[in-house]
């Protein structure tokens, strides 16, 4: 079995293209089992480069899918991810993506799930910053954005770039990425966040997340996330605003673009985690003097009051009330007063 194993491995770099294809299959398939994935992983020093060589020479052929579903297989082990970088392995994806996501988006949606493995180890996410190369630096991020924000569908089999939400998750989380995103002349972030908007689970958590590790940055970089509150306020308050319609005097101290949405009964954000996060995210902007200013001027208070009532799982409620003891600092009881409905008691005589 190792002999032949070996022999398949040497077949991916076949003059014959025809014996690479089908190779590059018999590879692809032993990916998808432990064993095969141990098997490969003992033999990666030959492997991964002939995979890499396999993609970037595939043209239109099916090997570049087959080798490309190959690599995202073999990086979800972390020692391999590095290896792949070392490799080159963030400016083949990258490469390949710009040349063939109009002509081969299959190809290119493996690729950028490539991306997503690659960017979970610190050197990945150095290599897809560009970090240390002022020239192009925050270049190959620029792109995956924009194409995130053209190419967004109804269908999630065809979003061909709803992973580039997870990639934004895992560069976030680093200083140089949110530096980044965060660069007012850039604009990316102002991009990034009107994607909340999307139906696709996938792109409102990846946002919702990226935003939250954005505002890590609050206590230096707060008057960069507040030009953005036209756009930053809808999408962290209406996740956890609960469902009501409500009344026209709350409504009338909210800019138009909460007061219109919540004009109307909503569908509730299912998905706890994304809640959880934009609470997070509100935390840290009013931990600053002018971020608690910004949400009272639109009304945040009374929003999250109404939210909370509808709130039922604990964790999301004790980053409700995590905001509200920042919002109320004099009095805490104020704030469980106004958070909590509570029962009407009278004694007749």
């Known amino acids: 079995m190792a002999d032949e194993l070996d022999e398949l491995i040497g077949f991916l770099s076949d003059a014959n293209p025809q014996v690479r294809s089908a190779a590059v299959d018999i590879v692809r398939g032993l990916t998808g089992g432990e064993d095969g994935l141990?098997?490969?992983t003992a033999r990666a020093g030959r492997a991964l480069p002939a995979l890499l060589r396999l993609l970037a020479s595939a043209g239109g052929s099916g090997a570049g899918d087959a080798a490309a579903d190959s690599l995202v297989n073999l990086s979800q082990d972390a020692a391999l991810a590095a290896r792949l970088v070392a490799l080159g392995a963030v400016d083949a994806a990258m490469d390949v993506v710009a040349k063939r996501a109009g002509?081969?988006?299959t190809l290119a949606r493996s690729l950028v799930m490539l991306l997503v493995n690659l960017t979970h180890v610190e050197s990945g996410v150095?290599?897809?910053l560009q970090v240390g190369d002022e020239k192009v630096q925050g270049l190959y991020l620029a792109k995956l954005v924009r194409s995130f924000c053209?190419?967004?569908?109804?269908?999630?089999?065809?979003d061909t770039f709803e992973y580039v939400a997870s990639i934004l998750v895992n560069i976030s989380k680093v200083e140089a990425g949110r530096r980044i995103l965060m660069e007012p002349k850039r604009g990316l972030l102002k991009q990034i966040i009107r994607q909340f908007?999307?139906?696709?689970q996938l792109r409102k958590k990846g946002v919702a997340g990226t935003i939250r590790n954005c505002c890590f940055e609050a206590d230096t970089q707060l008057q960069n996330l507040l030009s953005l509150a036209e756009y930053l306020w809808p999408a962290l308050l209406l996740p956890v605003a609960g469902k009501k319609i409500y009344s026209e005097e709350d409504r009338l101290k909210m800019p138009l673009e909460l007061s219109s949405a919540l004009s109307h009964e909503r569908e509730a954000v299912e998905d706890s985690e994304i809640r959880q996060q934009t609470l997070e995210a509100i935390y840290m902007i009013v931990l600053q003097d002018d971020g608690r200013k910004s949400f009272w001027s639109v009304n945040g208070p009374r929003i999250l009051q109404v939210g909370y009532e509808d709130e039922e799982d604990p964790k999301v409620m004790e980053a409700y009330e995590l905001i509200g003891?920042?919002?109320?600092p004099l009095n805490f009881l104020v704030f469980l007063w106004l958070f909590l409905p509570c029962d009407i008691y009278y004694i007749t005589v």
């Open 38 to 40: 141990r098997a490969l």
């Open 103 to 105: 002509e081969q988006p």
């Open 126 to 128: 150095a290599a897809l």
């Open 150 to 158: 053209r190419s967004s569908s109804d269908s999630e089999e065809q």
């Open 197 to 200: 908007d999307s139906t696709n």
């Open 325 to 328: 003891s920042l919002v109320y």
